[in-house]
């Protein structure tokens, strides 16, 4: 099959650039962009089932408003004394000066008495905001509010300062803007420098660049495409995500080629012939890894969270994409060029002796259990870092200092109890449809605010903490938790404990809801949990597949998920190292290991694939195991390392970004690369299957030979990946 697609592509290249040119002017013309199916509605991302969303369920249709956003004004004196009656009646006049200036998006402006704090050193002003999330006209809403409120504050001696989700996002967004700015300058200068080191060519080295940009051009259109034919979500994320693995993906499978490629140059072919030998022989080896990773992407479709499932079909059509332009477009342009892609470079000419790889090579074939146990072992020391693994849902810890937000939320804390920026609220509904009795829920509500973790109640306009809606068959309670509403103890308490004592106590002839921030976050943690459970090996379970067709066996596909297995977790272990055990850190974010998933576990694979599929190669030309083991290193370890040094630095960019969570993100991919290419595919794999010999590819015979071994006994045949 890749034969004929070869011999195709080699000798029609004005053909397959015109189908190309053809259909990216279409699909960029005609095609829906991301922006026109993107989900920004954030509610939907839990399944019904949840009691989180049946609170937020229950709160739009007694209240008329669910998990809408809200911010937070802070109001106190500069010098840190008490609030004046007058005080108070300025942040009254601050509240009615908003309301009035018709911001769009601000629905409903509150303060009072009932919103100053015990020690009567912080004042309250909520402003309800229509819609949630990042939109950025509720970011642009809380700028308003902040330039509305401030000549109003001037010259009282009092100070205002907005908190809030929606506060720290607009905060931030120039902070994450210039993150990826940075990133992204570093990402291409660093593709760039590496690739003009290794083929010391520009036009090898830009080769990349430009098909990337292209396939990034086309593939959101075909993916909101998809999305509207096929009706699945997009998360307004997933643009930033399609980058990263391109660039991941495509460099990775450019390399492999372009890399096998000069190899048979090196070997004496004609560059035509050269050509369609390599992508016959690496085209079978990406189409393997395409697969492996679209599965893994695909995989996400299990997912319960919705912020996990939005990503899995618009990944892995962009990979599907990437995979189909290293076989047909690359070539067809490396065909015009012929080895010129290599110029001014001539080492494309000679064979280098004497190499690290070849060292390394013959390293691995004579003591092979060595390798195998220096690699396997560092992998399990890293491995043990997952003793302190923790996670962390705080995004104001995750965010930079020194905001507008993060100055609010301290000086909230100087007197409230930590969790008045987002109460956790309890519905109570009659199940008779009656409107409720008064009485019991005052009860009820005091009975609440003696659960050990809360902090108080918040009361309603009229000073009570039972707020009731128009027809009297729903009650709303706030509660203030001691903890910060991300922590893991605000988890415990909101998805647990108070949810087991408010259906316990209820008044009867009621069904009590927890709902708010810390309840909706405590069912997060528990999808993420269900979802890592599940994704992970149903995933590992057909990628097992994929290698096993690719391979005829059933052992080598075994012991290759068991090293994926062992660098998942010792890449978790080395940031937990990092960042937990001697950054200090409360945890990894949430979603680190999701993300590791993605780009780990299934870019990570790739390298697994290439490498076993050389250790095949060089079986079927006579190599016994160990010599085999000896020329797949010192042929295929160059590819491997150059792909994941380029990988991982393209990650490592983001330790520039000055984002906590960016820099877990860095580094932990770039380290999980890192283990990927030099420890698990170049060592540990080729030393087992040296030591398994050929049970390694039982029940089948992928290891006989195609002809008879040469008289050296070391063949240097048709392809190498160097």
């Given at each position: 099959?890749?034969?004929?697609?070869?011999?195709?592509?080699?000798?029609?290249?004005?053909?397959?650039?015109?189908?190309?040119?053809?259909?990216?002017?279409?699909?960029?013309?005609?095609?829906?962009?991301?922006?026109?199916?993107?989900?920004?509605?954030?509610?939907?991302?839990?399944?019904?089932?949840?009691?989180?969303?049946?609170?937020?369920?229950?709160?739009?249709?007694?209240?008329?408003?669910?998990?809408?956003?809200?911010?937070?004004?802070?109001?106190?004196?500069?010098?840190?004394?008490?609030?004046?009656?007058?005080?108070?009646?300025?942040?009254?006049?601050?509240?009615?000066?908003?309301?009035?200036?018709?911001?769009?998006?601000?629905?409903?402006?509150?303060?009072?008495?009932?919103?100053?704090?015990?020690?009567?050193?912080?004042?309250?002003?909520?402003?309800?905001?229509?819609?949630?999330?990042?939109?950025?006209?509720?970011?642009?809403?809380?700028?308003?509010?902040?330039?509305?409120?401030?000549?109003?504050?001037?010259?009282?001696?009092?100070?205002?300062?907005?908190?809030?989700?929606?506060?720290?996002?607009?905060?931030?967004?120039?902070?994450?803007?210039?993150?990826?700015?940075?990133?992204?300058?570093?990402?291409?200068?660093?593709?760039?420098?590496?690739?003009?080191?290794?083929?010391?060519?520009?036009?090898?080295?830009?080769?990349?660049?430009?098909?990337?940009?292209?396939?990034?051009?086309?593939?959101?259109?075909?993916?909101?495409?998809?999305?509207?034919?096929?009706?699945?979500?997009?998360?307004?994320?997933?643009?930033?995500?399609?980058?990263?693995?391109?660039?991941?993906?495509?460099?990775?499978?450019?390399?492999?080629?372009?890399?096998r490629y000069r190899e048979r140059?090196?070997?004496?072919?004609?560059?035509?012939?050269?050509?369609?030998?390599?992508?016959?022989?690496?085209?079978?080896?990406?189409?393997?890894?395409?697969?492996?990773?679209?599965?893994?992407?695909?995989?996400?479709?299990?997912?319960?969270?919705?912020?996990?499932?939005?990503?899995?079909?618009?990944?892995?059509?962009?990979?599907?994409?990437?995979?189909?332009?290293?076989?047909?477009?690359?070539?067809?342009?490396?065909?015009?060029?012929?080895?010129?892609?290599?110029?001014?470079s001539k080492s494309w000419q000679?064979?280098?002796?004497?190499?690290?790889?070849?060292?390394?090579?013959?390293?691995?074939?004579?003591?092979?259990?060595?390798?195998?146990?220096?690699?396997?072992?560092?992998?399990?020391?890293?491995?043990?870092?997952?003793?302190?693994?923790?996670?962390?849902?705080?995004?104001?810890?995750?965010?930079?200092?020194?905001?507008?937000?993060?100055?609010?939320?301290?000086?909230?804390?100087?007197?409230?109890?930590?969790?008045?920026?987002?109460?956790?609220?309890?519905?109570?509904?009659?199940?008779?449809?009656?409107?409720?009795?008064?009485?019991?829920?005052?009860?009820?509500?005091?009975?609440?605010?003696?659960?050990?973790?809360?902090?108080?109640?918040?009361?309603?306009?009229?000073?009570?903490?039972?707020?009731?809606?128009?027809?009297?068959?729903?009650?709303?309670?706030?509660?203030?938790?001691?903890?910060?509403?991300?922590?893991?103890?605000?988890?415990?308490?909101?998805?647990?404990?108070?949810?087991?004592?408010?259906?316990?106590?209820?008044?009867?002839?009621?069904?009590?809801?927890?709902?708010?921030?810390?309840?909706?976050?405590?069912?997060v943690k528990a999808a993420n949990?269900?979802?890592?459970?599940?994704?992970?090996?149903?995933?590992?379970?057909?990628?097992?597949?994929?290698?096993?067709?690719?391979?005829?066996?059933?052992?080598?596909?075994?012991?290759?998920?068991?090293?994926?297995?062992?660098?998942?977790?010792?890449?978790?272990?080395?940031?937990?190292?990092?960042?937990?055990?001697?950054?200090?850190?409360?945890?990894?974010?949430?979603?680190?290991?999701?993300?590791?998933?993605?780009?780990?576990?299934?870019?990570?694979?790739?390298?697994?694939?290439?490498?076993?599929?050389?250790?095949?190669?060089?079986?079927?030309?006579?190599?016994?195991?160990?010599?085999?083991?000896?020329?797949?290193?010192?042929?295929?370890?160059?590819?491997?390392?150059?792909?994941?040094?380029?990988?991982?630095?393209?990650?490592?960019?983001?330790?520039?970004?000055?984002?906590?969570?960016?820099?877990?993100?860095?580094?932990?991919?770039?380290?999980?690369?890192?283990?990927?290419?030099?420890?698990?595919?170049?060592?540990?794999?080729?030393?087992?299957?040296?030591?398994?010999?050929?049970?390694?590819?039982?029940?089948?015979?992928?290891?006989?030979?195609?002809?008879?071994?040469?008289?050296?006994?070391?063949?240097?045949?048709?392809?190498?990946?160097?």
């Amino acid at each position: 099959m890749f034969g004929r697609l070869a011999r195709f592509v080699v000798y029609n290249p004005w053909k397959v650039i015109a189908v190309w040119v053809l259909a990216t002017i279409a699909i960029v013309a005609f095609a829906p962009t991301l922006a026109d199916v993107v989900n920004r509605d954030q509610t939907n991302f839990l399944p019904s089932s949840y009691e989180s969303v049946q609170a937020g369920e229950l709160a739009e249709q007694a209240f008329g408003r669910g998990n809408d956003s809200s911010a937070t004004i802070v109001v106190k004196r500069a010098d840190g004394g008490t609030l004046s009656e007058a005080d108070q009646a300025k942040v009254g006049e601050l509240a009615q000066k908003i309301q009035g200036a018709g911001i769009e998006r601000v629905s409903r402006v509150v303060t009072g008495p009932q919103a100053v704090s015990p020690n009567q050193q912080v004042q309250l002003v909520n402003v309800a905001l229509d819609g949630i999330g990042d939109d950025p006209k509720l970011l642009e809403a809380v700028k308003k509010v902040r330039d509305v409120g401030r000549p109003v504050m001037d010259g009282t001696g009092l100070t205002m300062n907005v908190t809030g989700d929606v506060a720290m996002w607009a905060d931030n967004e120039s902070a994450f803007n210039n993150a990826f700015v940075i990133v992204g300058i570093a990402t291409i200068t660093l593709i760039i420098v590496l690739l003009a080191l290794m083929y010391r060519s520009p036009v090898a080295a830009f080769l990349p660049i430009l098909t990337v940009g292209l396939v990034s051009a086309v593939a959101p259109g075909l993916i909101a495409m998809c999305a509207k034919v096929f009706g699945f979500q997009v998360d307004q994320s997933l643009q930033i995500l399609l980058t990263i693995v391109l660039y991941g993906v495509g460099t990775d499978y450019i390399v492999f080629l372009l890399f096998r490629y000069r190899e048979r140059l090196r070997a004496g072919d004609d560059p035509k012939q050269a050509l369609v030998t390599a992508v016959t022989r690496i085209g079978e080896v990406i189409a393997s890894a395409a697969a492996a990773i679209i599965i893994a992407f695909s995989a996400l479709l299990l997912a319960v969270f919705g912020g996990f499932r939005s990503f899995g079909p618009g990944l892995a059509i962009a990979v599907a994409l990437m995979a189909i332009a290293v076989v047909t477009l690359i070539p067809a342009v490396v065909s015009l060029l012929g080895a010129k892609v290599f110029w001014p470079s001539k080492s494309w000419q000679r064979t280098p002796r004497g190499t690290a790889f070849q060292r390394l090579g013959r390293l691995t074939g004579r003591r092979p259990a060595v390798v195998a146990l220096a690699s396997g072992g560092v992998m399990v020391a890293l491995a043990l870092g997952m003793l302190g693994f923790k996670t962390d849902y705080d995004q104001a810890s995750q965010l930079p200092s020194g905001t507008e937000s993060a100055q609010g939320l301290a000086d909230l804390q100087s007197g409230f109890p930590a969790g008045a920026l987002n109460p956790t609220s309890v519905y109570v509904r009659s199940d008779t449809g009656r409107p409720l009795d008064p009485a019991p829920l005052e009860q009820f509500a005091n009975e609440l605010q003696q659960v050990d973790g809360i902090g108080g109640a918040m009361p309603g306009p009229d000073g009570n903490p039972v707020q009731l809606n128009p027809g009297g068959t729903v009650a709303k309670i706030d509660l203030l938790l001691d903890s910060r509403p991300y922590s893991n103890e605000a988890f415990d308490l909101a998805g647990d404990r108070l949810r087991t004592f408010a259906h316990e106590r209820t008044p009867d002839g009621t069904t009590a809801f927890v709902g708010g921030l810390s309840s909706a976050f405590a069912d997060v943690k528990a999808a993420n949990n269900r979802d890592l459970a599940v994704i992970f090996p149903v995933a590992g379970l057909f990628i097992a597949v994929i290698l096993g067709l690719l391979l005829r066996s059933v052992v080598a596909p075994l012991y290759l998920m068991i090293a994926v297995v062992l660098g998942f977790f010792s890449t978790l272990g080395a940031t937990v190292i990092a960042f937990v055990v001697l950054g200090g850190n409360a945890g990894l974010t949430f979603s680190l290991p999701m993300i590791l998933y993605l780009f780990v576990v299934a870019i990570g694979t790739d390298y697994n694939i290439l490498m076993i599929a050389r250790l095949r190669e060089e079986a079927r030309e006579g190599n016994d195991p160990r010599t085999a083991a000896d020329l797949a290193v010192e042929h295929a370890g160059p590819s491997v390392g150059a792909a994941g040094l380029i990988l991982a630095g393209t990650f490592a960019s983001m330790l520039l970004g000055g984002i906590s969570f960016l820099m877990e993100m860095g580094f932990a991919v770039s380290i999980g690369i890192l283990i990927s290419a030099f420890v698990m595919s170049m060592f540990l794999v080729p030393s087992v299957t040296a030591l398994l010999w050929h049970k390694a590819w039982w029940p089948g015979h992928g290891d006989e030979p195609d002809r008879p071994k040469s008289p050296t006994g070391r063949q240097r045949e048709t392809v190498q990946v160097n």
